[in-house]
Each structure stands twice: as C-alpha cells, then as structure tokens.
C-alpha cells in the first residue's frame, strides 16, 4: 500500500492515461487474470449483471445501473474498489471469498493508471450453467451409499453375487456351476500374475484341505511380486508409457524405465490408488522429499515428444504436448474426452472449451528432464539419472531446439489455433464434476517452493477430492478397470469414456458399490481384487455352449478369453523353467532375454514383433482395453518364430536329460507343466507317435557342417580373430593390434589405455566395451572410397544388458557439426541400418534401415554393400539380400576421418558394447553368389548356431 501511495503522490500532478503503455503492460501482467477469472463471468455483454459489463474499457466506462464504478483520480473512493473491500454490498465476487489484498491493490493500480484495456476480454462459457443440468448424469454424480440386494442369498459369497444374482434373477438365468479346484488355479495365476501355475502350486493347492483354501490362495497370489507386474502393465497401458517419444527420429530416453518401476512398486505395496494418481500429477510438489514420489512424475514425461522443431512449430508444439497431458488424464483417470473441447466446446458432453485451456495451464509451466534420483531397487543411496517432470528442471535437448522448453501464459485459442488468440486463462477444473461451491481452482491451492507455482498439487488434490471434486468419477473409473481386468468386460464397456457418446454400466449399482469400498477402505486396489476373485461370480464355470449377447453381458459363465501379449510371453518362458524372476531395472530388447514381457524396451515405431502381433498397444494415446485379434500370422510365429524355437529348444534338451530321453516321461512333464494337467491316453499316444515321426524325419536329415571358403578375391583385409597371430595382446588379453593384411598396417585402439580385451578358443573374438575405445586403421587414404563401389561383411554379437545404440563400425566424421559425411553400420533397437551419407551434397542421404530383424543376445552375419549406386544389406540367410535402395544421388563418402571398428564416428556416444569375431571388406561391390558364400561360411562357426540331436529337436 505504501508503495501504491508513493506513487499516486508522486504523480499526482499528471492526468492519468488510459492508453499509456506502462498502463496496458500492467494489464496484462497484474489484472487481466483477475477480470477474467472472477469478474466476466457475470459482468459480460450477454450477462451484464447489475448493467456491468467488465469485458472492455467501453464498457467499464459507461459504468453499471447504479452509475459510474471508478474514479481514476481517487481510486480508493471507486465503487468497485469499496465492493471488493467488502465496504459496500454487494460484497463482490458475489458469493464467493474475498479477493486477496494483493488483487485489490493491483486493482487500485490499474484505475489510477486509467484502468487501460490492452484488448477486450471474452466472457468464458458460462461453466455454472453448463452444469446444473448435467450435474445429475450417472458418472458425474457426488457418491452414494448403495444398499446391497436380497439375491442369491444360498449362492452369493460376497455383495458382489448379489449384485449380480439380481440381473440373473430378472433374465431367468440360474447360476452356473463351479470350477473345479485345477481350472480355478490356473484362472487366478494367469490372470493375476500372468504365468501358469507351476507344478508345486498344484499339488500345494489340490492338498490344501481348509474351508479357506481359495481365500488363502488368492491373498498369496496378490502378495507375490507378480502381481505388480501384471497390474502395473495394465497401468501402463492407460497411461500410454513409452521409452521413445516417437515422431520420425523417435528418440529413446534410456532413463525412462524409472517410472516403469514405480508403478511396479507401487501396485506391490498397494498404495492407496489416490496418492497414487496424486504423486503421478505432482509428486515433486505433494512429496518433495520422497524419491518414489519424484519417479512417479515420469507419467508427465511418457508421451510423445517431437525431437526436430522447426523455429515456426514451437509454441504449437508446446500446445501438442500439453493436449497429450490433458488427453491421459482425462481419458485415462476420468473416462472424459477432454481433448474434444480444445477447438470448441465438446459437442457431447458438459466441457467447454475454455475449461480445456484452464486445464492445461495447470501444467504450462512443466517440462520434461533428468534428474538424479535414487532409484526403485537401491538401498545403498546411490542415485542414477531418471526422466522425470516438474518445473526449475533443466529441459531435455532436441534435434533442434529453437526453445523456449515452456510460455509464461496460455491462450485461449480460437478453433485451437496459435495464430488465433484471444485471451490468457488461469487454472482450472472441470465443473461438471465440482460441487458448484468449489468449482473456484483456489480452494485446492497447495503452497510450494520457489520454483513450482503449485497448480499440479492442486490439481492432484481435486481429482481425488471425493467430496467436492473429481474423487467419485476416479474411484468409478478404476473400479471398472479393474473389474474389466478379471472378466475381459467392464461394467462399463467404454472404460476411457463415462461421457454421453460412452456405454452405460450394465450393473449400475454394482459399480457404485465398488467404487464406494474402494474409498471406504482407503482406496486399496488390492482390496478391490480380492472382493471380485473371492466371489462365486469369479469362481463360476465357464459356458460349455457360447454364450447369448445377455449372458455375456451380465457375466452369466466366466468368459473364455485368449491370452493378451504379455501373458504368451511370459508363460513360454515360465513353463520351460526359463522365466527371470528379477524385479525393475533397465530394458531388454531382444526376446533372447529371459525377462518378462513388461521389461522390454517400449519404442513407439519399433514395438517388439512378438508383442505387436498379439495386440500390444501403440501407446501413442491411453488405451483402456487391448484388442483381441485372432489371425494366421500368430500361430506361425508361435511355430516358426526362432526365439520361440530356441526357448522350446531348450527345453526339449533339458527335459530329455532329465527323463533320461524317455519320450513318455517327457510328454508327461510337458503336460503338466504347459496346462496344468495329466495327458489323457489318447493324447499320450497322439503325443508319442507324433514325436516318433518327427524323430525319423530329423534322421534322414542330419546337421551337417557346411566346409566352405571365405571369398578372397579383391579382399583388402580380412579380421579373424580365431587366427591369433593376426592379433598383438598382452597378458591381460587386452589387444593391442589386429591385423587383416601383411601389406597394410594393423588397427590399434583409439586409446592405447582402454583397449577391446581377446576371448580365445572355439568361441574368439574381439570383445568391446563398456569401457573399451575402438579399434581404428591409421592409414587413411586406404578407406578412400568417392561414389565407388564396396563391400563389407561382419559376423558380430551384442549381448542381452548392453543399450540400444550399437556402433559396430564405419568411417563418418559426425562431431557435432552441421556437415558430416561417410558410411557406418548401426544396432538401433531391433533395427540394422547402413548409411552413405555426405550432408554438403543436395538430396537425400542414403539411409537403408532394416526393422524387427535384430536380436540381442546371438551372433549375426551382415554385409553392407554399394554398387553402382544401390545399397543392400543382407543379414544372415535373407539372400539375395534384406534390403535395398538407390542412392537419390551419387554420394561422395570420403573424408579424413580413420576407419573404425566399434565405432562410427566422431561422437564417443554409442560405441559398441559387444564382440566382433570377423571382418572382411573389399573395394569392389560382390556378387550375390560371392555373399552367399561368405555368409555360408561364417554361419557354419562352431559357435554360430548350437547343433542338437534329431531327438531334441523332435521333442522341440
């Protein structure tokens, strides 16, 4: 006030200038948010209450029905000043808290400036209203108490069966039987945790004799880490996690995975579902201190993400990501379609579009970064880098990245244009689902630190305010989520739409019954769980006819249901005895691994094959419920596929020592161990007399060796490291030097310090990284190559735990810097790419990528080749070859820069972690012929592929 005072005095002598651009610029910064927010809702031209219209200079200057409401020269004795002091009535905002001194000040300020409009403010659509007539539609409703009905009394377990047993009851259905004991075994560990049961769990189960033997069983199965997996990954699906950001560069962030393992964590522990979603929202701010609560923002961080801006889109796409955020949350925690109101107000349900932009200024200020955190499965206090969310963070680098990461204000944009902006807003909610008291963004303030203006925990505290906010649409949202994820069909069969254009619940009461236990018992999901798998409704047979439509849609005989993705993948490798039980912890890429499904890299363009063909999601928006697809391309995969070859492989062999190659013994353990039971006889004989035909066809065709010759004609070196005096090491089998030519110098390390190490025996070869630099060739004018021809052919492995970017070799001088030119051969994921590319030159480079062909965890022969302009790249039998593609252009590859082996380029980033056991490269393209003959060669390495028995193969 002071200050406000020392001015007025200082410039009393001065007329006040309603056009001055001190004046408008405070308009802007200190008052147009408080007109907007809590004044033009009732004082605009088409509601001037009291004859008030605030939206103009215009109209604030022809004042109301009771005259003039500022006086410039004394501001303190203006109408509007005395209204919102609360000296005079109507005390103002009507109904609502009085504004904050600092408003009022602000206020004072501005009339003395003149009270200057920078422009007209729009009247925002009039949320009271649009409510009060919709306020009353099933899912916006406050929660109600449900009573339980008298059905099914001699049947019903729990409130659930009645619920149920009512709509039963009404359609003339009497309840089906009950499972038997094995069948229901084996329901509730696919279901919950994913996998079979294993042949203990059976026999342990099958001799438990207690009256709670099912109870007990359940309550064991939702205490088993399992559980989060399997939970968590319907978690992720709803909120569309990833760990690349799509787009055409589709960048892989490595620390994403953090978040993958809070939720993990988090489903385990059974954290109450609203801290749950709160910490996702704003865990920086509710929890500043909580590690786990800083992860839980990476949820902020898992959406797409364009790498390459240009200086024109940037705002736009600021505006994208932010529609990206509302979108989720409103789909994926509120069943609302909120994205449909960002050009205009939704079309079908109560959401305007002013509230869409009031809802994502919540977030205008948070942006994506790394931070040092303590990870999920460290105990010790070290940190790692995790991608996480919030505001003061340093933002993630781009492509290019004209900036700014974020906009001080947000507009509201008409028909959701950034060209077209009419006014800023302030944070809000969504009336619809506020009690009408409280629909003020205000009431939910949280206070913060400095570098956080706390609108995300404010937010958070609405979505689950059961009270006053959003809390009852959350708690119907996950309750029918959880019901979808035990029966394949939710109550409500839209479950990311509880709008209009949405299903209505086919159990009405029954949803509201959930919904209402789960915020009665602190919102423990596994609550939940155990209400649904503990009742006769979860327990009863399945159909032995298919079911009508009215069966299946009032759960009458438990749904028969393939398996999703995840559960086919981690049941492979659970009933051969090879599934990992190893919790968190960075991603696997290659189904070599023996991980589960949930810990595979997530790539939005490169989504794991296997996974892909049995519906795994795109995860470019949330995805509520998985399609169920049944088409020819997965039987083939599960018969053909050579990772799944290799796992029934390996268990055939394992299973053959075990049983002491008793073909009978075999089928049996297979039995028992895939589907949980004893072969009848006649499957016995089907099963022994197919394994004896398949015995005599792998007999009359034996492995044999192929004895075949590299190609040496026109070869500039050939690098093998099973010919150790081509290789110079130390005692520590560190190497110095290896040599492909007695006419041409050796290739040494970049740094004679961090030399690759030597593995001899049947299985050499030059093994680099983590820390090792590349081998590189000293003579330069040797890789002098223009837009000639060449051919290069490299056998080569990467392990499973090495990244996803492996640079296997080349001669590209990429540091940085806008030109670069070359060729090189790169591991991205699953995907091989072989690149001529010169960026001085005008047209395209010449980038040849092969998608889905590459796994970790195996050795690959691969040849690049240019001739007369074409790239080809041919990888291990795909003859003649995988790929290929013309040059736009002839492009001149050559530069000073040396030819590298476990690198590529300039950039240390990327280097190959992984072995090299050949190498040969020639100055010439080669014929079709010549690389078949050198493919033929090396595939036939003793440790290129493991030789098994025709029995083990027959069992396989």
């Not at 359940?218 to 559980?227: E, N, R």
């Not at 920086?284 to 902020?300: I, K, P, V």
């Not at 010919?723 to 040599?739: G, K, L, P, Y």
């Amino acid at each position: 006030m002071a200050t406000l005072v020392a001015t007025c005095a200082g410039t009393a002598h001065s007329q006040p200038n309603p056009d001055s651009t001190a004046g408008t610029q405070f308009f802007d910064e200190s008052v147009s948010e408080i007109l907007t927010k809590r004044c033009i809702r009732c004082h605009n031209p088409s509601k001037t209450s009291g004859g008030l219209d605030l939206t103009s200079n215009a109209g604030l200057t022809a004042g109301g029905n009771s005259g003039l409401v500022v006086n410039r020269k004394a501001p303190e004795q203006s109408v509007l000043i005395k209204l919102v002091e609360h000296r005079e009535k109507p005390r103002m905002p009507l109904d609502q808290p009085k504004l904050p001194d600092s408003d009022i000040q602000n206020l004072k300020k501005w009339i003395f400036y003149g009270s200057p409009y920078s422009r007209n403010l729009s009247a925002p659509t009039a949320a009271k209203e649009l409510v009060k007539v919709d306020r009353s539609f099933w899912s916006f409703r406050r929660l109600s108490p449900v009573k339980t009905p008298q059905a099914g009394e001699s049947w019903a377990a729990n409130p659930i069966d009645a619920f149920i047993a009512e709509q039963w009851k009404r359609a003339g259905l009497r309840p089906p039987a009950t499972a038997s004991n094995p069948e229901l075994l084996r329901r509730l560990s696919l279901d919950v945790l994913g996998v079979p049961p294993s042949t203990e769990a059976i026999f342990e189960f099958l001799n438990n004799t207690s009256p709670l033997a099912w109870e007990q069983l359940v309550d064991k199965a939702l205490g088993t880490p399992g559980y989060g997996e399997r939970w968590g990954r319907h978690w992720l699906d709803v909120v569309r996690y990833a760990e690349s950001y799509g787009f055409e560069h589709d960048l892989d962030n490595a620390n994403a995975y953090h978040f993958r393992d809070f939720v993990i964590h988090a489903c385990n522990a059974d954290q109450p579902f609203d801290q749950f979603i709160r910490w996702q929202l704003a865990g920086d701010e509710l929890a500043q201190d909580n590690h786990l609560a800083r992860l839980a923002t990476g949820f902020l961080a898992a959406g797409p993400r364009n790498a390459d801006i240009a200086q024109v889109r940037v705002e736009q796409e600021r505006y994208d990501e932010l529609d990206d955020i509302a979108r989720t949350i409103g789909s994926g925690f509120l069943g609302l379609t909120i994205g449909c109101a960002r050009c205009h107000d939704h079309k079908f349900d109560p959401l305007s579009q002013r509230e869409y932009y009031e809802f994502i200024k919540v977030f205008d200020k948070s942006i994506r970064g790394e931070l040092d955190v303590t990870p999920i499965h460290e105990n010790q206090g070290k940190t790692v880098k995790a991608l996480v969310a919030g505001e003061g963070i340093e933002p993630l680098a781009r492509i290019y990245n004209p900036g700014p990461a974020f906009y001080e204000d947000t507009w509201f944009l008409n028909r959701g244009d950034v060209n077209l902006k009419e006014f800023t807003v302030s944070p809000g909610v969504i009336g619809v689902i506020t009690s009408e008291d409280h629909i003020d963004f205000d009431q939910w303030t949280h206070t913060t630190g400095e570098e956080s203006h706390g609108s995300r925990s404010s937010l958070a505290k609405w979505i689950s305010d059961t009270d006053n906010g959003a809390g009852p649409l959350l708690a119907r949202v996950i309750a029918n989520r959880v019901w979808q994820f035990h029966f394949g069909r939710g109550i409500v069969t839209t479950p990311n739409d509880f709008g209009a254009r949405g299903a209505r619940p086919s159990h009405p009461d029954l949803l509201e019954w959930l919904a209402g236990e789960l915020v009665k018992h602190d919102w423990s999901i596994k609550h939940l769980h155990r209400l649904i798998l503990t009742s006769r409704t979860y327990t009863q047979a399945s159909l032995s006819a298919p079911p009508t439509d009215s069966q299946v849609e009032l759960f009458h005989g438990f749904p028969v249901r393939r398996l999703d993705a995840d559960a086919i993948h981690d049941s492979l490798l659970s009933v051969t005895g090879q599934l990992s039980e190893e919790l968190y912890g960075p991603s696997v890429v290659s189904m070599a691994s023996n991980r589960k499904a949930i810990y595979y890299r997530i790539k939005r363009s490169q989504l794991h094959p296997f996974l892909r063909l049995f519906d795994c999601p795109d995860t470019l928006q949330s995805s509520g419920k998985r399609p169920t697809s049944t088409v020819p391309s997965q039987a083939l995969a599960l018969l053909n596929s050579h990772a799944v070859g290799q796992i029934m492989a390996d268990f055939a062999t394992e299973s053959l020592q075990t049983n002491n190659n008793d073909v009978s013994k075999v089928i049996l353990q297979t039995f028992e161990q895939f589907l949980s039971r004893k072969p009848s006889q006649a499957e016995l004989v089907t099963a022994k007399d197919f394994v004896r035909r398949q015995l005599n066809s792998y007999k009359r065709k034996p492995s044999q060796r192929l004895e075949v010759s590299l190609v040496t004609k026109g070869i500039t070196f050939k690098l093998q490291a099973s010919e150790q005096d081509t290789i110079t090491s130390t005692q520590t089998d560190t190497v110095q030097a290896w040599s492909g030519s007695r006419s041409l110098p050796a290739f040494t390390p970049l740094d004679p310090s961090k030399p690759p190490r030597y593995r001899d025996g049947t299985d050499a070869a030059i093994q680099f990284g983590p820390n090792s630099t590349p081998l590189v060739f000293p003579n330069r004018n040797f890789s002098k190559i223009g837009t000639g021809d060449f051919t290069f052919t490299v056998r080569f492995r990467v392990p499973i735990d090495s990244g996803e970017d492996n640079q296997v070799l080349g001669t590209d001088s990429f540091n940085g810097q806008a030109e670069y030119s070359g060729f090189y051969l790169q591991q991205i994921g699953t995907m091989l790419r072989f690149t001529t590319r010169n960026t001085s030159m005008d047209g395209p480079q010449g980038y040849l990528d092969v998608t889905d062909r590459f796994e970790k965890g195996r050795w690959f022969v691969v040849t690049g080749k240019r001739s007369k302009n074409i790239l080809s790249l041919t990888i291990d039998t795909d003859f003649p070859n995988t790929a290929s593609r013309a040059e736009a252009n002839p492009i001149n590859i050559d530069n000073d820069v040396p030819f590298k082996i476990g690198d590529i380029d300039q950039d240390p980033s990327g280097r190959l972690n992984g072995d090299i056991s050949h190498l040969l490269f020639y100055h010439r393209g080669l014929t079709d012929a010549e690389i078949k003959q050198n493919h033929d060669a090396l595939r036939a390495s003793p440790t290129h592929t493991l030789i098994r028995t025709p029995l083990e193969m027959a069992v396989a």
